[in-house]
């Protein structure tokens, strides 16, 4: 079948801002897609943080528990000692005997003070602790929160966009149809050059919408007139004016 119909330059580049439109469509399906699975796993992962944290303390509650429990020990066995030295301290046959045997009752009693010191100390740090815990837990549970919303979110735009991808791909599909392939190859190579995958952009402000770089009067009246296809001469994105623009729209 051969081609009779030439297209004109503003028929071109109406057919191109379509393509642009459907296909930027579709970019921002997979930007809104791309996110999500990102911060659905920094959750996942900030939430492994916080369980592996409040694991840490727990151990850490247990150990100075444990150490509280020796001290308590220390202290029983330090009273028991101080009890057999008072006992015996009625028995002291002389001076000598009665002082060591004293010093031996200062020397645990000062035992017990260190003991009982410690243990006030370790309580208090695992009071800390807990405080510590438990704010870990509260982080959890907001955390926990956001990932289920996010899950939620994901699940959501992924069973409603794959109706709309698939639509966008045959809209698309539809539209090279439309394009010339010399003109397609440049819309393709510039489209893949930019990460905003912009290739057919408007004059906006008095400048190139891609790029932003000023684009002289004249130049911007070649333009409106839509009789040859100019690049920027910056970014090389294809110029339209932006009357051509807002006439192209894209349902759905
Ligand atoms: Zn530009």
Redesign the pocket.
């Known amino acids: 079948m051969s081609n009779v119909k030439e297209f004109s330059v503003e028929e071109k580049l109406s057919a191109l801002l379509n393509l642009q439109k459907i296909e930027s469509k579709m970019d921002e399906i997979q930007i809104l897609k791309g996110e999500l699975p990102i911060e659905v796993s920094d959750l996942e992962d900030e939430i492994q943080g916080l369980h592996a944290r409040e694991t840490r303390i727990e151990e850490e509650v247990n150990g100075i528990q444990e150490f509280i429990e020796q001290k308590k020990n220390l202290i029983k066995d330090a009273q028991a000692l101080i009890k057999k030295y008072e006992k015996q301290s009625q028995n002291v046959k002389n001076n000598r005997e009665f002082e060591a045997v004293n010093k031996e009752v200062e020397l645990q009693t000062l035992e017990v003070k260190l003991a009982e010191k410690h243990i006030k100390d370790a309580n208090e740090e695992i009071g800390e602790k807990a405080r510590l815990l438990e704010n870990a837990k509260k982080a959890i549970a907001t955390k926990e929160g956001n990932l289920k919303h996010k899950k939620g979110e994901l699940e959501k735009i992924i069973n409603e966009t794959e109706k709309e991808e698939k639509e966008f791909s045959n809209l698309s599909n539809a539209a090279r149809e439309h394009v010339e392939p010399r003109l397609l190859a440049s819309y393709d190579r510039i489209r893949k050059n930019y990460r905003n995958g912009l290739s057919v ?1 408007p004059i906006v402000r008095d ?7 000023a684009i002289p009067p004249q130049r911007q009246s070649e333009i409106r007139q839509r009789k040859k296809i100019i ?7 294809i ?1 339209v004016d932006e009357e051509l623009n807002d006439s192209v729209q894209v349902k759905s």
């Open positions: 952009v400048a190139c919408g891609g790029c932003f770089n690049v920027c001469e910056n970014c090389g994105r110029l």
